[in-house]
């Protein structure tokens, strides 16, 4: 039991306390990216020493760190793929391939890097639909640059043809764009580079420890094969080693290696995680995704999953009408219980409006949430108690209940009734008596 505790308090710390310590370090943080390179040879050493690592990890020969974002290294791998192509004298390649399962930073990225985007088919178990996809391919071999797929897709699926599909793509002349945003479901137990993917990003900020919440700065690494690596990102400042400018695709942030004043957090997390531990991680973080399609299964219906299980990667809402969740490695079993027992509590209250014995429109659900303002007024007048309401179910009790500040409020109504908030121009201006007298 101790030790259990004591192991899961170690793994709590390794990811989250300790990784991100160093980065409040003075050599770390106060060093201008644009400063001569023999002044930050620790930072060099650093970027060699995540490139090996990164590159073990995900199979490819070659890491830009310029990319701040996923969205930014989806751009840069395209771009990388136009100046690979163009190169070779196929500039007139520009079409890329897109299944209805990508993320959808994907087509957003393809229109940005001047490519004509085309939309795959998938079948009714998420899958890439071959037959669609063949026929896009056929149609389009003459100009088919590259075909973006996210691995595992947006649905959570785990493509079974991902090699063949990445063959077909190589054999019509394009080149493969494998998303590699979902990688906490592949690290240590397989990799991009050998499903015959060219290049791929990496979100450090979700899957290498960096803390991603309230918008703090990302890093979307890509790493690619190494016939693009000539292609990667330049710098016209800092004259970047191994980088042939003049073959470049140019250059897309400010700072030669991007946001690098937090890569000491995924160095750091590696490190301490070791080959084991990051494959343990990966295998928690599935088992995780299982447990909790399990746990829920019977009450929701689980829209996609493969034959031999699934990773819901990020908490989002990719078809309409479903809500996909990912308990990732990091919650214990006792959280994820806490998680699926209130959904099942929601599952219920939903029950008890389709069985009549709550009102369709004023009942918990949609009333929900109930701020302290709104449980202490004195008119109470819901078909349910004061006590439900606040204390829905036996784990949220008064010393550990969260209040929310305010009640729901209609976003959608919201979203179609932009209201400025802003006070027009006239609010600024003095009275004119007042200016006459200041002149
Ligand atoms: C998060 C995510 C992205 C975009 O990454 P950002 O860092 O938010 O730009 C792209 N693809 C997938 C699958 C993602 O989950
Ligand atoms: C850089 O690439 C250009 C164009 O391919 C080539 O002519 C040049 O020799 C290369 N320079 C170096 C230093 O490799």
């Known amino acids: ?238 004259a970047m080693q191994s980088v042939n400018s003049s073959r470049s695709l140019g250059t897309i942030s400010a700072a030669p290696w991007g946001s690098s004043a937090i890569l000491p957090i995924s160095w750091t997390y590696i490190k301490m995680m070791g080959s084991r531990g990051l494959t343990h991680a990966t295998e928690v973080a599935i088992l995780n995704a299982n447990y909790m399609a399990k746990r829920l299964e019977g009450h929701y219906k689980v829209l996609f999953r493969g034959r031999k299980g699934f990773h819901a990667p990020t908490m989002s809402w990719p078809v309409a009408g479903t809500l996909m969740i990912e308990p990732t490695e990091s919650e214990d079993k006792a959280e994820m219980d806490r998680f699926c027992d209130a959904l099942l509590g929601i599952r219920q209250e939903i029950a008890e409006i389709e069985e009549g014995r709550m009102d369709s429109r004023i009942n918990p659900l949609k009333m929900a949430p109930h701020s302290l303002a709104c449980i202490s007024s004195s008119n109470w007048d819901r078909p349910y108690s004061r006590e439900y309401a606040a204390f829905p179910l036996p784990f949220i009790r008064p010393e550990t209940k969260f209040w929310p500040t305010i009640s729901r409020i209609d976003d959608i109504y919201g979203d179609q009734h932009l209201v400025c908030t802003c006070p027009p121009m006239e609010a600024y201006e003095s009275p004119y008596e007042e200016k006459i007298a200041s002149s």
Request: with cysteine; proline share 6%.
């Open 1 to 238: 039991m101790t030790s259990v505790l004591i192991q899961c308090v170690f793994h709590l710390l390794i990811a989250f306390v300790l990784p991100c310590q160093p980065i409040t370090w003075r050599e770390f943080g106060n060093i201008h990216p644009f400063v001569p390179l023999d002044q930050a040879e620790g930072y060099q050493k650093l970027f060699r020493q995540l490139e090996r690592d990164l590159c073990e990890v995900t199979g490819y020969d070659k890491i830009s760190f310029q990319p701040n974002s996923g969205a930014q290294g989806e751009y840069a791998g395209l771009a990388a793929i136009k100046a690979y192509l163009n190169s070779k004298g196929e500039s007139s390649r520009s079409v890329c391939l897109i299944p209805k399962s990508a993320h959808g930073t994907n087509p957003a990225s393809a229109q940005m890097a001047g490519m004509k985007v085309q939309v795959v088919e998938v079948d009714k178990d998420g899958n890439i639909d071959l037959v669609h996809l063949k026929a896009l391919v056929e149609k389009h071999k003459a100009s088919l640059a590259a075909m973006m797929i996210t691995y595992p897709s947006t649905f959570g699926v785990f493509e079974e043809n991902i090699g063949d599909v990445c063959e077909l793509i190589h054999q019509n002349g394009g080149q493969v764009y494998l998303d590699g945003a979902n990688m906490n479901a592949q690290v240590g137990l397989c990799r991009p580079g050998d499903y015959g993917s060219d290049v791929s990003h990496l979100n450090l900020h979700k899957t290498f420890c960096i803390p991603h919440g309230g918008g703090g700065p990302g890093m979307g690494p890509i790493g690619v094969k190494a016939h693009l690596a000539p292609f990667l990102p330049s710098h016209p400042v800092v």
